[in-house]
């Protein structure tokens, strides 16, 4: 599998964006799909997650109620809709696919993106 993040951009805090991850291959449905985050100087963490079927979705506590994750297996993409957005929330963006292990586990996830750059200004 391969994956294209993008959709990131400069945006004022309390605004909005869309990050969109568009996945090669035929199997994208059989893939748990995360959002993870690196800001300037800090370690990558766990964003949001989506199940196969879109049925579940896990959320980081520092983005829970904001953020929204979705997916379109149709079109072999997922979503991370982020609303309120708050300068801490500025970091390369990064989707991931996995079919076994944690949710929250980096680690655990075999497919990764190039990342795309969200910067909120105050």
């Known amino acids: 599998v391969q994956l294209q993040a993008s959709g990131g951009g400069l945006v004022q805090a309390g605004g909005s964006l869309r990050l969109s991850c568009a996945a090669s291959?035929?199997?994208?449905?059989?893939?748990?799909m995360g959002w993870f985050r690196q800001a300037p100087g800090k370690r990558r963490e766990f964003v949001a997650a989506?199940?196969?079927?879109?049925?579940?979705?896990y959320y980081a506590d520092s983005v829970k109620g904001r953020f929204t994750i979705s997916r379109d297996n149709a079109k072999n993409t997922v979503y991370l809709r982020m609303n309120s957005l708050k300068p801490e929330d500025t970091a390369v963006y990064y989707c991931?696919?996995?079919?076994?292990?944690?949710?929250?586990?980096?680690?655990?996830?075999?497919?990764w993106g190039q990342g795309t750059l969200v910067t909120v200004s105050s």
């Open positions: 991931a696919a996995r079919t076994s292990g944690s949710t929250w586990y980096q680690g655990s996830y075999d497919y």
């Open positions: 291959g035929r199997t994208f449905s059989s893939y748990t």
């Open positions: 989506i199940s196969w079927s879109g049925g579940s979705t």
